[in-house]
């Protein structure tokens, strides 16, 4: 079963930056696009970004012009480069891989923005 992971999340002041990372398991094939998404406390999950295989991208309007995805230079791999962040931002952070035969989904990493 492939398995994505995240890592880099942790806890920042507000207006500091985080870089999370994401990679899958093993290959996947036929990736349509890969993405971030977070859920707070009490909170239903939300799309932050998400980059398509063609490198298209998309944004929530809470992080646009904050926050950056790409994709690594390894296959299966993507980033989100956040900046500027506010304590809104404070969430688990999970990677999405949606292939043909479904999404895959990470465990999650933690972001707190505090001071």
């Known amino acids: 079963q492939v398995r994505m992971v995240e890592s880099g999340g942790g806890l920042v002041q507000p207006g500091g930056s985080l870089r999370l990372s994401c990679a899958a398991s093993?290959?996947?094939?036929?990736?349509?696009?890969m993405g971030w998404y977070r859920q707070a406390p009490g909170k239903p999950r939300e799309l932050v970004a998400t980059?398509?295989?063609?490198?298209?991208?998309n944004y929530a309007d809470s992080v646009k012009d904050r926050f950056t995805i790409s994709k690594g230079n390894a296959k299966n791999t993507v980033y989100l480069q956040m900046n500027s962040l506010k304590p809104e931002d404070t969430a688990v952070y999970y990677c999405?891989?949606?292939?043909?035969?479904?999404?895959?989904w990470g465990q999650g990493t933690q972001v707190t923005v505090s001071s």
């Open positions: 093993d290959t996947l094939f036929s990736i349509f696009y």
């Open positions: 980059i398509t295989s063609s490198g298209s991208t």
């Open positions: 999405k891989a949606n292939v043909v035969s479904g999404d895959y």
